[in-house]
C-alpha cells in the first residue's frame, strides 16, 4: 500500500490508544511542549526554512485521521501547511529578560489547555523574540502524532538543520525511516500476533481498578482544576533512594513506582490500584522514526500486607510490571484495551488511567550538561493532566526531578501538598513504609453464610475469592474493598466466567452464601466478564 492509496494506512497501537482515550475523555490535554532558548543572533528567514524543511521530511508532521464508512480508523499523508500557517513570529515587550522568560513559561501553560482543532496539523510552533540575541522556540505535538522519543529526534533534528542552513549548507540527512513503512510493518505484526489469539479470551487481562478517595460517584474533570506540584531531590536524598533500590535488588524505576503506590494506599481504602506507564512498542527497524509508539499499559498493584510484604514489594511492584508489559509487547493491544473497556462497562464506569507514572532515565548526563546541550532549555512543564495522578519523572546522574498533577476533587487544600510531602518521603525512607506505608486491612466484620446459616468465610478478601471460585463455572475472581459514598467499606468482586453461567446466576450462587448481607458482597456491586473456557 502507498502513502498516495486513497484508502489510507492503519493507525499504530499508540495513535489507536490515544485517539480512543481523548475522544472519551474529552477534558484529558495530551501533548508534548517544550520551550528552547535559542542563543546568538537568529536569522528568523532562515529559521523559518529549516521549520519547513523539518515538517517536509517527516511524515508524521503531515498525518491526518479520518474515519471510513465500516467506522474503521485510518490516517493518510498530507501537504505541509503553507509557509504563513507553519510557525507563528513574535516580537515580545518584555522590560527584563527575567519577564520574557516568565512569559514564556506562562506561554507554554496556556497552550497546554488548548483543544487541537479537527483537521489542524499535530503541531504548533511559536518564534518569540525579546532581542536580536534572545529568542524562544515554543514547540508542541499532539500525541495523536508524536510520542517523547518522536519529539527529541524532531528537536535534534531542527537544530541540526538550523546549524546547517545557517552556514549556507543545504540540510542533509533526511529521515532514515519512513513513518508510513513503519506503521504498515506494526499493523502486519500486530495482526499476525491478534490471530494467535483466541477470541474474547482475556483470561491474562489485568482486573479494572479504580482510584478513589472517597464517594464513587462523579467526578470533575481534571485540566484547569489540576493542582501542580513539584520537587528535585538531589545529594544524601538521591544518594538514599538509590542505596535502597540496590538493597532491594530492583530498578530504579520499580523502586519509585512501589513508592508511589505506598503512597496512594494512605489516601484510599482501596486494596488494588491500577497505575497507568508509558511503553514504547517500537520495533528495531523504528527507533529514528517520529510518530507514536507509546501505550499506556495497566499494571494492577495489590496493597502491602505487612512488614514481611513491604521487604519484598519492589520485587512485587517490578514483577507485575514486567508481566503487564510482556501482555502488550506479545500480545494485541488493541483487543487487550477493548477487554479493560468491556470489564469497566460491566459495572457502570469507563476504563480511565487514573493514576500514571510516566519515567525518563537521562543516562551519563548531569541536569546541568543536558538543559544546556545544544540549546538552553526553559525548565519543563507538565503537559497532560489527568483525573487522578499523573507524575513525570526526569532521571539525571545528579538529580531526580518530580512533576505532579493532581485532580484538585480528589485533592483539595492541603491534601495535594501532603501527599506529595508524602511521596518524597516514601521515595528515600523505606523505614517510613513500615510506619505508614502498609495497614491492616479495614476491621469491618464481613462474613459469607450458606443456606444453612454456617460461616463460609470471613473478612479476608482472598478467601471471598476462594469461596466465588468453588463455582464449576468461575473462571477468575478479583476481590478488594472499596469506600462506599456514605464512608463504609463493602467489599467488590470482578469474575470471569465460563460459558453457560450468567450473571444473574452467579448472583443466585452468592446469594445461597449469603452474599446479600449488609456490608459483604451486594448483588449490585458484583462485575461479571462472559467468555468461552
Known sequence: MSADDQDGFPLTSGQSQHYRMTKENPELRTAIWSSYRIPGALDVGRFVDGVETLVAGHEALRTEIFERPDGELRQRIVDPPDRSRLITCEK????????????????????????????????????????????????GFSHTAVDGVGSEILMRDLMRIHRETMRGSRPSGLPRGRFVESALREAAALEKRARRVRKHDFSGVPPVTQFRTGSPGPRKAAGP??????????????????????????????????????????????????????????????????????????????????????????????????????????????????ALTEQSERWGARCRHDLTVNYRKVSGMSRRSFTRLERDEHRARVDYSFPGVGLRIFSFEDALDVQAVLDSGLFPGDTAGDLVAALR???????????????????????????????????????????????????????????????????????????????????????????????????????????PS
Request: aromatic share 6%.
Open 92 to 139: 515580545i515587550l518584555s522590560r527584563s529578560e527575567e519577564q520574557f522568560d516568565r512569559y514564556v513559561r506562562h506561554l507554554v501553560a496556556s497552550e497546554q489547555t488548548k483543544e487541537w482543532e479537527a483537521g489542524a496539523p499535530p503541531f504548533r510552533f511559536r518564534l518569540l523574540r525579546y532581542a536580536p540575541e534572545v529568542h524562544a522556540f515554543v514547540a
Open 225 to 338: 482544576s489540576s493542582r501542580k506540584s513539584d520537587f528535585s531531590l538531589t545529594g544524601e536524598e538521591l544518594a538514599a533512594l538509590r542505596r535502597a533500590a540496590d538493597r532491594h535488588g530492583c530498578t530504579e524505576f520499580h523502586w519509585i513506582l512501589a513508592a508511589f503506590a505506598t503512597t496512594v494506599f494512605r489516601v484510599t481504602r482501596q486494596d488494588r490500584l491500577k497505575v497507568s506507564i508509558p511503553v514504547n512498542l517500537r520495533g528495531p527497524a523504528d527507533r529514528d522514526v517520529v510518530g507514536m509508539y507509546v501505550v499506556a499499559v495497566p499494571v494492577v498493584i495489590d496493597r502491602p500486607t505487612g512488614p514481611d510484604d513491604l521487604r519484598r514489594y519492589p520485587r512485587k511492584v517490578g514483577t507485575a510490571v514486567l508481566r503487564a508489559t510482556a501482555m502488550y509487547r506479545t500480545g494485541s493491544p488493541e483487543l487487550l484495551d477493548r
Open 425 to 531: 518521603e516514601d521515595l528515600t525512607s523505606p523505614d517510613h513504609w513500615a510506619r505508614s506505608g502498609a495497614r491492616d486491612l479495614p476491621g469491618e466484620s464481613v462474613e459469607l453464610r450458606d443456606a444453612g446459616g454456617a460461616t463460609v468465610v470471613s473478612a479476608d478478601p482472598a478467601k471471598v475469592a476462594e469461596a466465588l471460585l468453588r463455582h464449576p463455572l468461575v473462571r477468575t475472581a478479583s476481590v478488594f474493598h472499596e469506600t462506599g459514598g456514605a464512608g463504609g467499606t463493602r467489599l467488590r468482586a470482578e469474575v470471569g466466567v465460563r460459558e453457560g453461567l450468567t450473571e444473574d446466576s452467579l448472583r443466585d450462587h452468592l446469594l445461597s452464601l449469603g452474599a446479600h448481607a449488609s456490608g459483604v458482597l451486594a448483588p449490585g456491586r458484583i462485575s461479571v466478564s462472559s467468555s
